[in-house]
């Protein structure tokens, strides 16, 4: 049962919630997502302005409740909404996962533009997390096996949710990095990871919504930002088949010293930076000799 209220009152309420948005420096746009993720407002509600009365998933003082969050405590709106879009598909999301981001997207796409000759096999999503990578795989390479790996069991009962509402078959398994999936030892087609890679000491300068919110777990790369990543680089050949990719997202600055890793490690050839849409050096990729 939904929550009748007055078209006009919503209205109203909208353009309060608009100018509080730009009132703290935070996107207008949000409020309408909110409402039609959230309350299940129509777009043609948000056009034309209707007077009559409108039904809502949630009270109105629901939502105000939730966006006066927003505006207080900079939680992110996809956590208020409980969702989050990516690619083409929409993911449950929780502050027991990291928010998927629009970049990371691209790591799909390379992984069809970099592994045209391994669309079958083994690929691995190593730290999971709402399962989007994972997912993404599996609903682009549907020859391949896909598994997906990741420490929080909070995480993962969030991931398998979103796989299975996606109707995307991905094998899941709780541990750290290459552990629990060492029976796949070098039959891996691909290792794909969005790891941690942000420093320790930069944490204290993001923005609150991912200070605050989102799980350090998946944020806090050590002291350099780079100790999962030297990780990846040492452990995956051990998995990889030969002529198998190797794919991490990164942050920008980073670049020169994983591929110099990579090219250190002995066990890689091919390795390439890529841009992300905003031409940011984002990727990684190589392949095992």
Do not use: C
Not at 176 to 183: H, L, Q
């Amino acid at each position: 049962m939904g929550f009748l209220i007055p078209g006009i009152q919503l209205w109203q309420w909208r353009s309060t919630a608009k100018n509080s948005a730009i009132a703290h420096g935070l996107p207008p746009n949000e409020v309408d997502w909110l409402l039609q993720e959230l309350a299940g407002v129509s777009r043609l509600f948000l056009r034309l302005q209707p007077e009559s009365e409108i039904e809502l998933k949630v009270s109105l003082e629901e939502l105000d409740r939730l966006w006066q969050r927003r505006v207080e405590e900079f939680v992110p709106v996809q956590y208020l909404a409980g969702i989050a879009p990516w690619r083409d598909f929409e993911l449950q999301v929780a502050p027991g996962v990291l928010i998927p981001r629009p970049e990371t997207e691209l790591l799909i796409d390379l992984a069809l533009a970099q592994a045209s000759t391994l669309k079958s096999g083994h690929w691995v999503d190593l730290g999971t997390g709402s399962g989007a990578i994972a997912i993404g795989l599996a609903l682009s390479l549907p020859h391949a096996t896909i598994h997906a790996v990741d420490r929080s069991e909070e995480a993962l009962a969030i991931a398998l949710q979103n796989a299975k509402t996606l109707n995307a078959p991905v094998q899941f398994y709780q541990g750290n990095w290459f552990e629990p999936i060492a029976p796949l030892k070098g039959q891996l087609s691909g290792v794909v990871a969005n790891p941690p890679y942000i420093p320790t000491q930069t944490i204290a300068e993001l923005q609150p919504e991912v200070r605050l919110h989102e799980p350090h777990l998946a944020l806090d790369g050590g002291s350099d930002g780079l100790e999962s990543i030297r990780e990846l680089v040492t452990i995956a050949p051990d998995y990889l088949i030969s002529g198998g990719v190797w794919m991490v997202e990164m942050m920008m600055g980073q670049a020169t010293v994983i591929a110099q890793l990579l090219l250190t490690q002995g066990s890689y050839d091919r390795i390439e930076i890529h841009k992300d849409l905003a031409g940011i050096e984002r990727f990684v990729t190589a392949y095992r000799l």
